[in-house]
């Protein structure tokens, strides 16, 4: 084989992977080139707080077969994230990797992220003490007052994230953002005759067994798998999140990251009364307080994730899955990188820096009885 | 009315309330020539680390119709106990609420536990530090030893319990040992023809579903309880249990109250690789931990009962029931006594001293939808 020359890394949580993201994959390796693809895969959790309805290796094993060359987990401590530390992570870990091209979604790829991230305000907290809205909402009206552009849609916002943090890597990457495709990222619709819809979308269509919907949206493995594998939503989690709830002091709420302006009483209250997961969300939800911030929280209450500060640095890569084309870089990225390449969870790893990726796994596992971790190896796609 | 002369009082778990009870109370009554008799029932859970099948309420109601005047509860601190602090806490109570006699079921009543309480070690730590035997073992084997008088059966060792404990009062009660009927208190066989079996043997009666042998063995007002109520068992906690034990770090376990001999990681372990609680207690047991000894851990665990030192001395009664002549007796202690006798649960109470009665209910609410002390008032029988 020739030299490696176009790297590319993708940011992805495939939850499901559906026929956008293929769509993604092609046009991101036609534009970059790209003479190798890495995903950096949220774990078994995703960015909004939610379990993934497929687990990991799963999802590792659709992203493979859709066009992937290695796919490598993003760690809990940034995988369930606000966007900005989601992107930091994910950004550094795929320059990390090797690679020089990031493709993603965007919403509306014709946006000057660059500018906007000059505009950004140096000092967040100064302009964000308005308690009446939630962090985005005013963030993004401060970049239209500086720069006129809006910075609504999710992954805009992503965008936007990924260009910020990789203008802090000594070598940046080349940024390719692409159009999506069919409905916006939350949008829960589905148009007719389009092969291509949201994850959200998707994932209400399994909810409710739509499979004429879903067969049509997603490759035929990922139909088989949500139709073969068992499914995980935070409707299997309520009854152990409302159980730690009630369970749990004030005092030990308090210390559970990103516990803030007492909305442990609320959450307390709220957890009593509420018969459903989506019951609860509405009773604990404040006007400060986006879902997705009351579902990361929930997220850490459940896996009880202290207070004391989340490392921010990366400190390994879990490989996930690998083809040949994979593998040979894998080997490039041991002799080049420092990064420790964790292939296999031994306990020194489960009761030190893995820990908390450890565990988000065992609760799946708590549910499932598949092994996340100990006992798993990397998956292997034949080409 | 005239003067209240004989006040009996009997310590009952009343798991269910059944035909022994009933003729418990009648020879107890008939014996201690009561005028007057105060039953003080452990709440939710009881003393061998178990939920109690009915509620502290639902069970109220049965004592109530089946001859008792007044129901109080016994505290957590003293109800989740060994036999011994169990036995501490019920008889200061009793004491307290103006009882001048104890009378206890034994399967041998002719013993003297007077010479076997003066027979007993004074310094317990140096006669039982072998860990290849439980301490009830130990405790028996010594004994016998010293007084050649055996005291393997759990119904004689809570009363001599019972007189270990009033023998420690400024105003020691008269005890009346009554001959237990039926079989022994773990024995789950029914014998045909009777109408009395052991609380044991009627648990798995009920779960086994033989209607025909409940209905023998029990009060009719207890038969129509166990069919219309919802029934709670460790089943129905398990899966709680073992989410809070994967959940929580060796460091969190440690500090539960009674963790022990580094038991957590055994029972961390077990966690992971057992199904139901059944298989869980079998995976986790030791020589050195009697099956009551691992449940009531389980209960700390899941409860979240801290090592901070439980409270030994008695803070209130939490009254949970009582007619017309306990209202009156209730009257009187009141006056006489300095002892809060709480009907109505407030905020100060579950956010000070009542915390722990306060979960030990949320618990079982948790799963019933059944308030059990918040919106709860005493029971009270009409007679």
New interface residues.
């Given amino acids: 084989m020739g030299i490696i020359s176009n790297v590319l890394g993708i940011v992805a949580e495939y939850n499901p992977f559906h026929n956008g993201h293929v769509y993604q994959l092609q046009q991101a390796k036609q534009q970059a080139k790209a003479d190798l693809t890495i995903i950096v895969m949220s774990g078994n959790w995703v960015q909004r707080g939610e379990p993934a309805l497929l687990d990991k290796w799963q999802r590792t094993k659709l992203a493979l077969s859709g066009g992937a060359d290695l796919v490598v987990e993003l760690p809990f401590q940034f995988a369930v994230e606000p966007a900005h530390l989601f992107a930091q992570g994910a950004v550094q870990l795929l320059s990390m990797l090797g690679c020089n091209r990031l493709a993603f979604g965007a919403e509306h790829p014709e946006l000057d992220f660059e500018a906007l991230v000059a505009n950004q305000p140096t000092d967040a907290s100064s302009h964000f003490k308005r308690f009446d809205e939630t962090y985005p909402t005013l963030f993004n009206d401060y970049l239209q007052a500086q720069t006129g552009l809006n910075l609504r849609a999710s992954n805009d916002i992503l965008g936007f994230s990924y260009v910020a943090a990789n203008q802090r890597l000594a070598q940046p990457l080349k940024m390719i953002p692409i159009q999506r495709r069919g409905s916006a990222h939350q949008d829960t619709g589905i148009e007719r005759g389009t092969t291509i819809a949201s994850g959200a979308a998707i994932r209400k269509a399994v909810k409710a067994g739509e499979w004429t919907v879903i067969n049509q949206m997603v490759p035929a493995d990922t139909a088989r798998a949500l139709r073969k594998e068992q499914l995980i939503s935070w409707t299997d989690y309520w ?2 999140l ?3 709830l ?4 004030l005092a ?1 709420l308090h210390d559970i990251y990103q516990m803030s302006e007492g909305i442990e009483y609320r959450l307390k209250q709220a957890a009593l009364v509420s018969a459903t997961f989506e019951d609860f969300l509405w009773a604990a939800k404040t006007k400060r307080f986006t879902y997705a911030r009351l579902q990361r929280l929930c997220v850490y209450i ?3 994730v202290n207070r004391v500060a989340l490392p921010t640095e990366l400190r390994y890569a879990r490989v996930l899955g690998f083809n040949s084309a994979g593998q040979q870089h894998l080997n490039r990225v041991k002799k080049a990188s420092k990064l420790p390449l964790i292939s296999r969870v031994t306990d020194d790893w489960i009761n030190g820096p893995f820990r908390l990726d450890y ?1 988000a796994g ?2 799946r596992q ?1 549910l499932s009885g598949v092994d996340q971790d100990r006992l798993q190896h990397a998956v292997i796609e034949s080409s």
């Avoid at 009630?246 to 002091?249: D, E, F, G, I, T």
């Fill in positions: 009854p152990y409302r159980y730690q009630l369970v749990s002091s030990d459940l896996l009880q565990q065992l609760m708590m």
